[in-house]
């Protein structure tokens, strides 16, 4: 696997691309999944957790699972790399450039996601940003439920 010095951000240019990675292994969104998210979070909307009234009011005829709970299985999701950046000493957490989700996720669906290292770029401190677009979707289904730009930042 071909390293990069979190630090040379030209030979970082290199694994920015256009090209998405492959899909991760699928991941089955379980009713369990949903209540224990909405336990956890408070979010008890009936969408997510009332299966027999989503059977009679809900347009999806099931339960849905919330956009969060997508988003925070992405780690789950995670494919293996195809290289790695070495040299920091920390890397944190940046922020986010946008989150959209445009599908819904009922009970039951698989879904598997896909990223690409979209820009890399250095602060004024010398700190390397690296913004990642990451795609999550159902499986079998072209647009996805999630599309989410995730920033990192390696000091």
Same mark, same amino acid.
């Not at 699972?65 to 944190?92: D, I, Q, R, Y």
């Not at 770029?121 to 010398?126: A, D, F, L, M, S």
């Not at 439920?145 to 930042?153: D, N, R, T």
């Given at each position: 696997m071909k390293q990069y010095q979190f630090n040379d951000i030209e030979a970082l240019q290199e694994v920015v691309s256009e090209e998405f990675s492959d899909w991760s292994q699928p991941l089955e969104i379980t009713q369990s999944m949903i209540d224990q998210f909405a336990e956890l979070t408070g979010d008890d909307y009936w969408l997510h957790t009332d299966p027999e009234r989503c059977k009679e009011q809900s347009p999806f005829g099931c339960t849905i699972a919330h956009g969060f709970l997508t988003l925070v299985l992405l780690p789950k999701l995670a494919v293996a790399p195809t290289h790695e950046v070495v040299g920091f000493s920390n890397m944190l957490n940046y922020g986010s450039n946008k989150l959209r989700f445009t599908g819904t996720v009922m009970v039951g669906n698989s879904i598997y996601a896909r990223s690409r290292v979209k820009e890399v770029t250095q602060t004024p401190k010398g700190q390397t940003v690296?913004?990642? *677009?990451?795609? !999550?979707? %159902? %499986?079998?289904?072209?647009?996805?439920? %999630? !599309?989410? *730009?995730?920033?990192?930042?390696?000091?």
């Amino acid at each position: 696997m071909k390293q990069y010095q979190f630090n040379d951000i030209e030979a970082l240019q290199e694994v920015v691309s256009e090209e998405f990675s492959d899909w991760s292994q699928p991941l089955e969104i379980t009713q369990s999944m949903i209540d224990q998210f909405a336990e956890l979070t408070g979010d008890d909307y009936w969408l997510h957790t009332d299966p027999e009234r989503c059977k009679e009011q809900s347009p999806f005829g099931c339960t849905i699972a919330h956009g969060f709970l997508t988003l925070v299985l992405l780690p789950k999701l995670a494919v293996a790399p195809t290289h790695e950046v070495v040299g920091f000493s920390n890397m944190l957490n940046y922020g986010s450039n946008k989150l959209r989700f445009t599908g819904t996720v009922m009970v039951g669906n698989s879904i598997y996601a896909r990223s690409r290292v979209k820009e890399v770029t250095q602060t004024p401190k010398g700190q390397t940003v690296v913004t990642m *677009e990451q795609h !999550i979707n %159902v %499986v079998g289904q072209d647009r996805p439920a %999630v !599309i989410y *730009e995730l920033m990192f930042m390696y000091m």
